[in-house]
């Protein structure tokens, strides 16, 4: 499996999603601007993979910053965040894992400005690492959901390239194929930006796995048709009330799944939980440029010129819809996810095992 951000000769280097099938390239990054543009741009995308290269991102713009004491480091550090931090507003892996590194900076406050900044590089690498182990824990919890001959639909792309490695909702997908079960995924094409039909129909494929591209307004005929088992996709913020904001599409995708009841699993790293925020109404949600919508590949147009556009990248699926939410600590019904970060809370009781009815 392709890894789609890392560290290396103190630069950052990532594959250029924005290219993908058609071209295989990667980019490397030794200024931390030029990523915030790269996350901008969707040259990276995907939440967890947001957050890695936002933690490289800070770790890049520190090593920038020439001053003597510790004190001066940190305080200079603080803008290089909040120019990180301004490059996308959804996915609350970004804030997270910029957090992160600021709060580790903070408490290596004793040593020298150039140890920590070989530290925060160390740090940043960490999280990529986590990642990838948290999305194994999450695909063991999460393929034990999917049976022989299950046919999967997915939207988006919450795969390998949307996260270090491996990948949430597909992570879940290549475990049971690990498994040696038999399962045939339908891929969503994800309009505007056509993450289902460049990403996860080319992921997909790299690793054998049968999958089937429609188009997004196929998916209540296939549904209709009883040729989904069930639906599993990613999430870029997962609120208290077990709300998720992901891809605009998502939640149509989970009405229909509701209308013919068909179970609708969210993939959701604890990385994306944010209890901050008690219900989907208040995830601010990202408007991108017209562009994406009136051309395809910002080359050919295929609306008339000066027509009115709305692009909102991502909606909220309310947690009504969710059968369960799967994340690297087992599955949840989406009314118990804000139990997760409790550190008193018995999870034993609470996670949810196969087998369960659509809710
Ligand atoms: O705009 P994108 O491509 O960054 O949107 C990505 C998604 O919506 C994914 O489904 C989400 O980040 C979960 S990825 C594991």
């Known amino acids: 499996m392709i890894p789609t951000v890392e ?104 040593l020298s400005v150039r140890e920590i900044k070989e530290a925060l590089i160390r740090e940043s690498v960490r999280i990529g690492e986590e990642d990838i182990a948290v999305n194994r824990a999450m695909g063991r919890y999460g393929a034990e959901f999917i049976h022989d001959n299950h046919t999967i639909l997915t939207h988006c792309n919450a795969g390998s390239l949307a996260t270090a490695c491996f990948g949430t909702a597909l992570g879940v997908i290549y475990t049971a194929h690990e498994q040696g079960k038999k399962i045939r995924v339908f891929a969503d ?107 395809i590949f910002n080359k050919t147009q295929i609306a008339p010129e000066g027509v009115k556009v709305a692009n909102p990248a991502f909606d909220v699926t309310p947690a009504r819809y969710i059968t369960a939410i799967i994340t690297e600590k087992g599955a949840f019904y989406p009314g118990d996810i804000h139990k997760m970060k409790d550190p008193g809370a018995d999870l034993e009781k609470i996670r949810i095992h196969p087998g369960l009815k659509p809710q």
Not at 201 to 208: D, P, S, Y
């Open 7 to 110: 560290w290396k000769d103190m630069k950052v280097r990532m594959i250029d999603q924005t290219l993908l099938p058609i071209e295989v390239i990667y980019r490397e990054y030794s200024d931390y601007r030029e990523v915030v543009s790269a996350i901008k741009n969707l040259v990276v995308r995907g939440a967890p993979a947001i957050g890695v290269t936002a933690a490289m991102a800070v770790a890049l713009g520190a090593q920038e910053i020439k001053v003597e004491s510790t004190g001066d480091f940190l305080r200079r550090l603080e803008p290089v965040c909040d120019e990180i931090a301004s490059a996308r507003p959804t996915a609350v892996n970004l804030f997270w894992a910029i957090q992160r590194m600021k709060s580790f900076a903070e408490r290596n406050r004793d």
């Open 189 to 295: 094409e994800t309009r505007p930006v056509l993450q289902g039909a460049r990403l996860t129909a080319w992921e997909l494929m790299q690793e054998g796995i049968d999958v089937t591209l429609i188009t997004d307004n196929m998916a209540g005929h296939f549904m209709k048709q009883g040729m989904i088992d069930l639906v599993i996709v990613g999430t870029d913020r997962t609120v208290a009330n077990g709300d998720v904001a992901n891809k605009i599409g998502t939640y149509s995708v989970a009405v229909l799944a509701k209308e013919h009841g068909i179970p609708f699993y969210v993939a959701a790293p604890t990385s994306t939980i944010d209890l901050s925020m008690p219900s989907g109404e208040h995830i601010p949600i990202e408007e991108r440029d017209s562009r994406e919508v009136t051309h």
